[in-house]
Every structure is written in structure tokens, then in C-alpha cells.
């Protein structure tokens, strides 16, 4: 079964607007939450964490918002760019394995 | 840059064959990971190591095994390859920080 649930699969956001991808999870033992950026023919790399200690992150223009209660999180970039157009995958760690989200493709128009 | 080096970067091969996919470091991390990645289920976790000769299962271990004799080197093989394991395959370590450092990925490709 999927521990980690993301949505939405694709995105299309104009330049300057706001992209919301929204992961959910299960297991309450998950203490970490990266968010993963992915070009095409590259490796993922990671873009912003959050441990459940704290409800919201910011770094430049990417922000974390984590509910523990609901078991959500998602991320949110601000001011979208073309150069963000990419596959995001949230991912939730425990016992050593991170586990991933199916991913969203982001594309970015100007 | 983690100096992580994946290969081979393409490999086609056909149904039945054995395949094996190296995965090197340089930094001597402790763990080391194998996902394969694939449309509609993201990246997924089929083994990983916690050091030389200490493996464990992912999500979708069956039909591959890993060997790890050195710090340095992660291996995953594919004993009798399927047309379901084509894929792309990514080694990642995890560093300091406790991120996990992706490499370049491995296409392979069974007919």
C-alpha cells in the first residue's frame, strides 16, 4: 500500500503564481519530511525538510506547512518560475528508509 | 557534490539474463540505498545497507539481491531479469545531514 500519499500527479501554474502539492501520510512513527526536486535525466535532490516539531518551514521562495494532527503536509512555492518546472516528491523517513510519494510535475509557463 | 558514481548509465538486455548495477562512493557514508523509479509510483525502495554486509529489504526487494563486501561498493543484481524490471534505477547514500544524495541513475531497459 502507498505510505505516502501525494497529490495533485500535474501542475500548471502561470510565472509569478502560487504552487500548492499536497502529500499525506500513515505511519506516526515518520519523523522527517523532505521534499525532493527532480529534473529530467537527473537524480532527485533535495529542495526543503521539515520534522514534526514545528508547522511551518520557509527557505526563499519554498515553504513546508506540516499538520501532525491531520497527517498532512504540502509544499507551496511562491512566485513559480519556469526554472521550477520539474517533478517534486514528498517523502517521509523511519528506521532508516525513506519512503516517497508518487511525484508531481510541475510545469511553470511564462 | 557526495561522490556517488552509478554503473552502468544505460544497459539493454534481454529477458533471463542476469544484470548486476554497481553503485560507488567516495566519502565512506554509512548507508547506502537502491530505488527504481517508474511513472505513476514515484521512487520506490527495494534494498538498502547499514554497512558492509548488513542489507535490508524495501518496499519491492523480490526478484533483486544486493551485496556490499566494501564500504565503497552497493550492488544490486538482478538474478533472471523480467520485462517488469525495466526501469530506472538510482543509488543514493546518506550523508551527514542525514539527507540521502542521490546518483545519476542507471536506465536499464529487458526485452
Known amino acids: 500500500q502507498q505510505q505516502v500519499k501525494q497529490s495533485p500527479q500535474s501542475l500548471i501554474v502561470q510565472k509569478g503564481g502560487i504552487s500548492i502539492i499536497n502529500c499525506a501520510y500513515e505511519n506516526t512513527a515518520f519523523d522527517y519530511f523532505p521534499w525532493y526536486q527532480q529534473f529530467p535525466g537527473k537524480g532527485p535532490a533535495l529542495l526543503i525538510a521539515i520534522r514534526p516539531d514545528v508547522s511551518e518551514k520557509k527557505e526563499g521562495r519554498f515553504t513546508i506547512s506540516f499538520n501532525k494532527s491531520a497527517k498532512q503536509f504540502s509544499l507551496h512555492i511562491m512566485d513559480s518560475q519556469p526554472g521550477d518546472s520539474a517533478t517534486y516528491f514528498c517523502?517521509?523517513?523511519?528506521?532508516?528508509?525513506?519512503?516517497f510519494g508518487t511525484g508531481t510535475r510541475l510545469q511553470v509557463f511564462p | 557534490d557526495a561522490g556517488i558514481t552509478q554503473s552502468p548509465r544505460h544497459k539493454v538486455t534481454e529477458t533471463g539474463t542476469p544484470v548486476t548495477l554497481r553503485c560507488h562512493q567516495t566519502?565512506?557514508?554509512?548507508?547506502m540505498y537502491w530505488y527504481r523509479q517508474d511513472p505513476g509510483h514515484g521512487l520506490r525502495l527495494i534494498h538498502y545497507?547499514?554497512?558492509?554486509?548488513?542489507?535490508d529489504k524495501g518496499e519491492v526487494s523480490d526478484g533483486y539481491s544486493v551485496s556490499r563486501s566494501k564500504t565503497e561498493d552497493f550492488l544490486l543484481t538482478l538474478e533472471s531479469a523480467t520485462s517488469s524490471q525495466t526501469s530506472v534505477y538510482f543509488c543514493?547514500?546518506?550523508?551527514?545531514?542525514?539527507?540521502?544524495?542521490f546518483g545519476e541513475g542507471s536506465r536499464l531497459t529487458v526485452l
Open positions: 517523502a517521509a523517513s523511519g528506521a532508516d528508509k525513506l519512503i
Open positions: 566519502e565512506n557514508h554509512r548507508y
Open positions: 545497507s547499514y554497512g558492509v554486509k548488513d542489507t
Open positions: 543514493a547514500i546518506k550523508i551527514a545531514t542525514g539527507e540521502l544524495f
